[in-house]
């Protein structure tokens, strides 16, 4: 259970491992990050996102309070544990 940000996050820490999206730079002496991407960069990453919701690994929604987006949940655990192998 989380937001829709965190997953954007591990998607974009992972595309950028991969060298699929833009660097990180870092400002010197604080541990400030400064994540730049393109919006190209963006929208793959929200692609991603929608292929998730599409295919039903993901769902909106953690309990009776946060029913909608931009929380989620993992719907199908063993879609979810077959898309990232395939990906590894």
């Known amino acids: 259970m989380t937001s829709i940000e965190a997953i954007r996050?591990?998607?974009?820490s992972s595309l950028n491992q991969r060298g699929l999206i833009g660097g990180i730079t870092k400002q010197k002496g604080a541990a400030t990050y400064n994540r730049k991407i393109s919006d190209q960069d963006i929208q793959l990453i929200n692609?991603?996102?929608?292929?998730?919701?599409?295919?039903?690994?993901?769902?909106p929604g953690i309990n009776e309070v946060n029913q909608e987006l931009p929380w989620i949940a993992v719907s199908d655990k063993?879609?979810?544990?077959?898309?990232?192998?395939?990906?590894?």
């Open 9 to 12: 996050e591990v998607i974009r």
């Open 78 to 88: 063993e879609k979810l544990k077959a898309m990232v192998n395939s990906h590894s």
């Open 47 to 59: 692609e991603c996102i929608c292929d998730l919701l599409n295919s039903r690994v993901i769902q």
